[in-house]
């Protein structure tokens, strides 16, 4: 594999006076996703259950699991399930897929999915958040480059910071680049067509350890 390297170039937000998180977006199950949290100090990979719902996903494809997680201050976050579901990180017309397991969690938050180090590491990520930027191989060896969204990531901190308000999931899943599909109803949530379809996730018989 080529190394990994970060130059100036890399860096394309509005502040290079930052200390913003990573926030990109991610395709799944037929959905373009924003506010997605790049956390490498997470054990987990997290779909919160307001996204779950909009992913309009069967709920045949959910696993039972009610074992609870550690937040960042040793407080107890309660599990739904878990569910495989492959996703799709872009850099242009190039990408690579891969399954991620995700612990489905009914928490308020901000954003839409947290990518912990499991899917980091499947994914071979190197992040630098100096850069806002994350690199990767993709299956024919070449580096892919996602870059954070500076604005997204200072919208989600910033409601981060009001728990008192409701948190509006909206406007931030949508088609991927180049479909010409039209959209569903609600323009919210626009569905991707059924002739974009992903592969089938592989079996597994238990979920990652938190």
Not at 63 to 83: A, L, N
Not at 105 to 113: G, K, L
Request: with cysteine; hydrophobic share 35%; charged share 20%.
């Amino acid at each position: 594999m080529p190394p990994i390297t970060f130059t100036d170039d890399d860096f394309q937000g509005l502040d290079h006076q930052q200390d913003d998180p990573m926030v990109i977006t991610v395709e799944i199950e037929n959905y373009v996703v924003k506010k997605v949290l790049v956390d490498q100090g997470s054990s987990v990979d997290i779909l919160y259950w307001a996204t779950y719902q909009k992913l309009q996903l069967t709920d045949t494809a959910v696993v039972p699991y009610d074992e609870p997680i550690s937040g960042f201050s040793g407080e107890k976050v309660s599990t739904r399930d878990y569910i495989d579901l492959h996703s799709i990180f872009r850099d242009g017309t190039q990408t690579k897929t891969i399954p991620i397991r995700f612990l489905i969690v009914d928490a308020p938050t901000s954003y839409h999915v947290l990518l912990g180090r499991p899917s980091l590491n499947t994914l071979g990520a190197v992040v630098s958040t100096p850069h806002l930027a994350m690199k990767f191989p993709s299956p024919s060896g070449d580096i892919l480059t996602i870059h954070g969204d500076q604005c997204l990531a200072r919208e989600c901190y910033m409601a981060s910071l009001r728990p008192q308000l409701p948190i509006l999931q909206t406007n931030h899943i949508g088609r991927p680049p180049g479909s010409k599909i039209a959209l569903s109803g609600d323009d919210l949530d626009p569905r991707v067509g059924r002739d974009v379809r992903l592969e089938p996730v592989e079996e597994t018989t238990s979920p990652r350890a938190p």
